[in-house]
């Protein structure tokens, strides 16, 4: 007689209880944060010509952006690189790739190009934004600077 008495105080508790609504809007808000932390561009190959594409993934009202935010989505998608944002100046936006050279030994030429091109797209959604200036530090070597518009693909 116990057991049932338990069981329905436990069930009447949780449909009472305003926690259990709040991780329902808890789960609602990750996945608006997961999604809005999503890439905007990413690249296929394209067998045909044995080249790469670049596609956008999805439309993005740009004036809800910040630089900040951008680089964000850069770091979520390429966990290996990792961008900081330093400045925009007119028409460029100035970005560091901490260890970058190091990082393109251990995870080849073709992550680092990705990396470079899907960066470059997102960034220049930016308005005003047609340049994107990459410092790529290294411990052994001068610090390399590149600088891509959608140009240079």
């Known amino acids: 007689m116990r057991i049932p008495f338990v069981l329905l105080s436990l069930i009447l508790f949780c449909c009472k209880n305003p926690e ?31 080249s790469y594409k670049l596609y956008k993934l999805k439309e993005v009202n ?15 998608t390429y966990i290996h690189y990792r961008t900081v944002f330093m400045k925009t100046s007119r028409d460029t936006i100035y970005m560091l790739i901490p260890a970058g050279k190091i990082l393109k030994e251990k995870f080849g ?32 070597e001068p610090t390399t600077f590149k600088v891509f518009s959608r140009n240079s693909w």
């Not at 073709?110 to 411990?139: D, G, R």
């Open 62 to 76: 740009i004036d809800s952006f910040s630089p900040d935010k951008l680089t964000g989505i850069i770091n979520n």
């Open 109 to 140: 030429e073709n992550l680092l190009n990705h990396f470079l091109m899907t960066s470059t797209y997102t960034l220049t959604e930016l308005k005003k934004i047609k340049y994107v200036s990459f410092e790529i530090e290294s411990f052994d």
């Open 20 to 50: 259990v609504n709040k991780i329902e809007i808890n789960s609602n808000l990750k996945n608006e944060l997961d999604n809005s932390f999503s890439p905007i561009w990413t690249i296929k190959a394209d067998s045909v010509n044995s």
